[in-house]
C-alpha cells in the first residue's frame, strides 16, 4: 500500500514537471514567431511606452526613415512628428491613455535626411503601460491624392470658366437673334408677295429654331454654373396646362394625332411654384412625344401624390404617347447630355432637352423617369 502511495506521487510529480516544460517551450516559441514577424514584417513595428517612448523597433523603420533602430530605441517618438501634426498626435495618445484603440490615424515623420514621410497607424494599448503599434508608409498614396484633389479643381475651375463662357456668350447672340425674329414678324404684316412672304417664314422659323438651341445652352450652362435660380409664385395649374397644350396643338392637328389632358379634381388650381420652369419641362416632354409619334394619341396626366409635409404638394405629372418608344438598352442614356436614343436620323435639337427637364425636376426636389 505504501509503495503504491509512493509511485502515484511519483507519477504525479513527474506529470507536473512534463506540463511545466511545455508552457516553458510554448513560451519560447512564441517569443521566437514574435521575433521573425518582427524581422520580416513589411510594415513598421514597435512597442512603445505610454510615456512616448520607443521600446523595440523592426528593421523596416530603417527603410522607412533612415534611422537605424538604435536611433529610434529609447528615443520620444513626438520629437519625430512634424509639427503641423503634433496637435492631433498628442490627441490620439490621450485616447490611447484611456485604454482605446487608435485606427487608421496618419501623420507625418522627420526622415534622417530630413525629408518627412507620410505614416499610417493602428495603436492599441496594454494594460495602460505599452502601446502596440502596427503602420505603414502611404506618402505614394498621399501624393497621388493630392495630384487627384489638384487635377479635380483645376477642371472644376475650367468647367465653370467654359459654363461662365457659354452664359455670356448665349446671352449676346439671343439679343440680336430676337431682334430678327421682331423684324421678321414686323416685314410679314407688310404687303408681300407669295416667295417674299415664305421667305420671311423660313428666316421666322430657323430663327426661333437657333433661338430655342441657345436658351437650351443658356439654360445648360447655368446648371452647370449652379446659377440657375427657381422661382416661388402663385399659378393656376389648370391655366399653365392650356398655355402649353395650346403651344403643341397646332403641331398635334397637322400629324393628325389626339392630344388629350386630364387633372385629377384633387389637385388644387393655385399653387405655389416655378410656373415657368414647369412649363418648360411640359413643353419639352409633350414636344418630344408629338415629334415621336405618327399616328394614335399623347394623354397628359396630373395627380397629386402623397406627402408627408402639411404645406407642400406634389405633383405626379406624365406624358403617354402611342409613338415609336425607346428601346430598353437605351432608355438610360436619354438623360445624359447631348444624346439622342436614336441617332440613325438626325432630328431638331441639341439634345440637352431632357438632361434640363432632369435638372430642373431635381432642383425643385422632384424626380424624372422614363
Known sequence: ???????????????????????????????????????????????????????????????????????????????????????KTISAMKELEAGQEVLNFTNRYLCKDGSYRWIE????????????????????????????????????IANRAKSRFLASMSHEIRTPMNGIIGMAELALTTDLTERQENYLENIKYSAYSLLNIINDILDFSKIEAGKLEIINELFDIYELLD?????????????????????????????????????QILINLIGNAVKFTEEGEILVTVKKSDTSESNRINLS??????????????????????????????????????TISKNLVHIMGGNISI
Not at 45 to 54: K, P, S
Not at 125 to 150: G, H, N, Q, V, W
Not at 329 to 354: H, M, P, V
Open 121 to 156: 497607424w493602428r495603436s492599441i494599448p496594454y494594460k495602460k503601460k505599452l502601446i502596440y503599434a502596427a503602420a505603414r508608409d502611404i506618402t505614394e498614396r498621399k501624393k497621388a491624392e493630392e495630384e487627384l484633389k489638384a487635377a479635380k479643381e483645376s477642371a472644376e
Open 1 to 87: 500500500k505504501e509503495l503504491l502511495c509512493l509511485i502515484t506521487s511519483l507519477v504525479t510529480g513527474w506529470n507536473h514537471v512534463e506540463k511545466l516544460n511545455k508552457r516553458e517551450w510554448a513560451l519560447i516559441e512564441k517569443t521566437e514567431e514574435i521575433e521573425r514577424f518582427f524581422t520580416i514584417s513589411l510594415d513598421l513595428l514597435c512597442i512603445a511606452d505610454i510615456d512616448g517612448y520607443f521600446h523595440r523597433l523592426n528593421k523596416s523603420w530603417k527603410k522607412t526613415l533612415g534611422y537605424t533602430i538604435e536611433e529610434l530605441q529609447g528615443k520620444k517618438f513626438l520629437d519625430f512628428v512634424h509639427p503641423e501634426d503634433m496637435e
Open 243 to 279: 398655355k402649353v397644350i395650346n403651344i403643341v396643338v397646332t403641331k398635334c392637328e397637322e400629324k393628325n394625332i389626339e392630344l388629350l389632358y386630364k387633372i385629377d379634381c384633387n389637385v388644387p388650381a393655385m399653387l405655389f411654384g416655378d410656373e415657368g420652369r414647369i412649363r
Open 317 to 354: 405629372i406624365s406624358v403617354k404617347d402611342t409613338g415609336i418608344g425607346i428601346e430598353p438598352e437605351k432608355q438610360n442614356i436619354i438623360f445624359e447630355s447631348f444624346t439622342q436614343a436614336d441617332n440613325s436620323r438626325r432630328l431638331e435639337g441639341t439634345g440637352l432637352g431632357l
